[in-house]
C-alpha cells in the first residue's frame, strides 16, 4: 500500500517514470513531475491533468527550489540520459545527467522530510560481462563497458556511501530489458518496440551481429509494481528487477513475426561494439525482500505491446 501523501518523480515525462506516475495519480498521491524532455515527451502525461510538472533540468537551482518546497515523501529518480549509444559519443553529457544532478538531487532532498530515495539503476550494463548465469545482485565480473553503465554503477555507490547515517532510505533497483506501450520505437533503447514498429510497418528489422545475444525482458507494468513496493519498507534494498527469462534477439524476432504474421527475413549486420552476449538477472532477492514477481510473461507482455501499437 501507498502509505505517503506526496512523490516526486524525476523522468517522470519518459517512459518508465509516464507509467508510474499514472499509477501514483490513480491513487490519488500528489505528485510532483521534473522532466528536461531529453528524451521524455509532455504528451506521455497529458491525460492526468497534474498540478505539478517542472520541465527542466533536475539539478537546476531553480527546481532544486521547487523540490524542497514540494518537500515529497519519497523520491523516484528515474530521470537519466537513458541511451548506451550516446553515453559512448557523449560521456560528458551522460556524467552530467546520470551522476552530477542525481547528487545534487540527493544533498537537496536531505534538507527536506523526505524519507526514501528510490533510483533505477542498470542490471543489463552494471556487472560488466556476466560470468554466473542468471546474474545476482553480488555476481560483478568486471567494470561496464559503457559510460551509461559506470555512472549507473558510481552512482549506486554514491547512494549508498551518502546515504549510510541518514534517516532518508534507499532502494536501488537494478532493471533489466524494460519494454511496453509508449517506449520510443525510434529511439536507441528498447530493441522491443523497435522491431515491433518495424513488423508492423512490414519493414525489415536489422540485427546486430548474429542474434544469438540474449536478454531479459520485463514489461513495464512489472517494473512500476516493483518501484511501488520498494517503497512500502524503509529498509535499504539493492535488488535485481528481471524476469530470470533468457531470450535471445533471434527468438525475439521470431515470436514477434507469429503475432504480427509478418513472413520476412531480418537483416543482419555488424555487431555493434560493448554489446553484452548475455544478460539476464537472478530476482530471487526481490521475491524474497519485497514479496514482488513479475505478473507479465513474453507473450502476455507482448500482446499489450502489439496491441497499443495497433491502436
Ligand atoms: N528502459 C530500460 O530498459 C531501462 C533499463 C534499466 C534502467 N533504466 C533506467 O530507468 C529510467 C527510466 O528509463 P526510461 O526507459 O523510461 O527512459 P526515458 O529516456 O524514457 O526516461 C528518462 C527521462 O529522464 C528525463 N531526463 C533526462 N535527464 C534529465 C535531467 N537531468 N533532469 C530531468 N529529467 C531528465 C528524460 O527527458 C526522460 O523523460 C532511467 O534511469 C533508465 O536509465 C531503463
Not at 554514491?158 to 547515517?165: A, K, P
Not at 509494481?225 to 535488488?239: G, H, M, Q, R, V
Request: charged share 25%; proline share 4%.
Amino acid at each position: 500500500m501507498m502509505n505517503y501523501k506526496k512523490a516526486l518523480v524525476t523522468g517522470g515525462a519518459g517512459f518508465i517514470g509516464a507509467h508510474l506516475t499514472e499509477k501514483l495519480h490513480q491513487n490519488n498521491i500528489e505528485v510532483l513531475v521534473v522532466d528536461n524532455l531529453l528524451t521524455g515527451k509532455k504528451e506521455n502525461l497529458l491525460s492526468l491533468d497534474l498540478e505539478n510538472t517542472i520541465y527542466g533540468d533536475v539539478g537546476s537551482e531553480e527546481t532544486l527550489k521547487i523540490i524542497k518546497n514540494f518537500n515529497p515523501d519519497v523520491c523516484f529518480h528515474l530521470a537519466a540520459q537513458s541511451s548506451v549509444v550516446i553515453s559512448v559519443e557523449d560521456p560528458l553529457l551522460d556524467f552530467e545527467h546520470n551522476l552530477l544532478q542525481p547528487v545534487q538531487l540527493i544533498k537537496t532532498l536531505l534538507e527536506t522530510d523526505c524519507k526514501q530515495f528510490i533510483f533505477t539503476s542498470s542490471g543489463g550494463t552494471i556487472f560488466g560481462e556476466p560470468e554466473v548465469i542468471p546474474t545476482s545482485e553480488d555476481d560483478y565480473a568486471g567494470e561496464p563497458a559503457s559510460p551509461y553503465g559506470l555512472a549507473k554503477k558510481k552512482l549506486n555507490e554514491l547512494i549508498e556511501v551518502m546515504l549510510q547515517n541518514e534517516t532518508m532510505s534507499y532502494s536501488i533497483l537494478n532493471l533489466s530489458n524494460v519494454y511496453g506501450p509508449r517506449q520510443d520505437p525510434h529511439g536507441e533503447a528498447g530493441v522491443m518496440s523497435i522491431f515491433t514498429g518495424k513488423l508492423m510497418n512490414n519493414e525489415t528489422p536489422t540485427i546486430y551481429g548474429d542474434g544469438k545475444q540474449t536478454r531479459d525482458y520485463i514489461y513495464v507494468l512489472d517494473v512500476v509494481d516493483a518501484l511501488i513496493k520498494s517503497a512500502e519498507t524503509d529498509d535499504n534494498l539493492f535488488l535485481n528487477i528481471g524476469t530470470g527469462v533468457e531470450t535471445s534477439v533471434n527468438e525475439l524476432v521470431s515470436i514477434l513475426s507469429q503475432k504480427i504474421s509478418w513472413d520476412g527475413e531480418p537483416e543482419y549486420a555488424p555487431k555493434r561494439e560493448g554489446e553484452l552476449l548475455r544478460s539476464v538477472l537472478n530476482n530471487e532477492r526481490a521475491k524474497s525482500q519485497i514479496g514482488w514477481e513479475p505478473k507479465y510473461t513474453l507473450d502476455t507482455g507482448l500482446d499489450e505491446l502489439i496491441s497499443w501499437f495497433s491502436k
